[in-house]
């Protein structure tokens, strides 16, 4: 059985014994969309979305020392979005459609569907063609626009400036 019938699998499986999720989606940690049931458009903006409160939640984690982090929950007056890590590069999110609903409940079911969805999506390897989630203890990246071009193009962009002849 490959990695994507058991992942459906485990997705519907989800579905079907809490009614309360409206949605799925399975995105990579660099925010690209793997599989979903939501309508695509909106599948691909919370895929992205997801990615980003992933990174945020990983950092406020590592910072506050208080843990790994474990999902992000954004309640609001009409249900909650959960993301979950799967695997090294994967993330689950779930749509639910009652904000008061047992969370600690879905939490729990969720965190082994993720779980098992993850493994699976790992053997697979980088045929998601997501990136691994980074090192919680690495320091942040430096961006600069210089240093993202090669050396040789950083050494070729020197302009040679002359005064033009009279």
Avoid: K
Wanted: glycine share 10%; hydrophobic share 40%.
């Amino acid at each position: 059985m490959d990695a994507d019938t058991v992942v459906g699998t485990e997705l519907r499986g989800l579905r079907q014994r809490r009614p309360d999720i409206a949605g799925t989606v399975l995105a990579g940690t660099d925010g690209l969309l793997i599989s979903s049931d939501l309508p695509s458009t909106e599948a691909t903006h919370l895929a992205a979305l997801a990615a980003a409160s992933f990174g945020l939640g990983h950092r406020v984690a590592d910072t506050v020392r208080q843990g790994e982090f474990r999902e992000s929950v954004v309640c609001t007056t009409a249900g909650c979005v959960v993301t979950y890590p799967a695997g090294r590069s994967a993330l689950l999110t779930l749509v639910t459609v009652s904000a008061a609903g047992d969370l600690e409940a879905l939490h729990e079911e969720a965190r082994v569907v993720a779980r098992r969805a993850g493994s699976f999506l790992d053997v697979r390897g980088g045929g998601i063609g997501a990136t691994s989630v980074p090192d919680a203890h690495a320091p942040l990246a430096t961006r600069t626009p210089m240093a993202t071009l090669p050396a040789q193009v950083r050494r070729a962009a020197r302009p040679t400036w002359r005064r033009p002849p009279i």
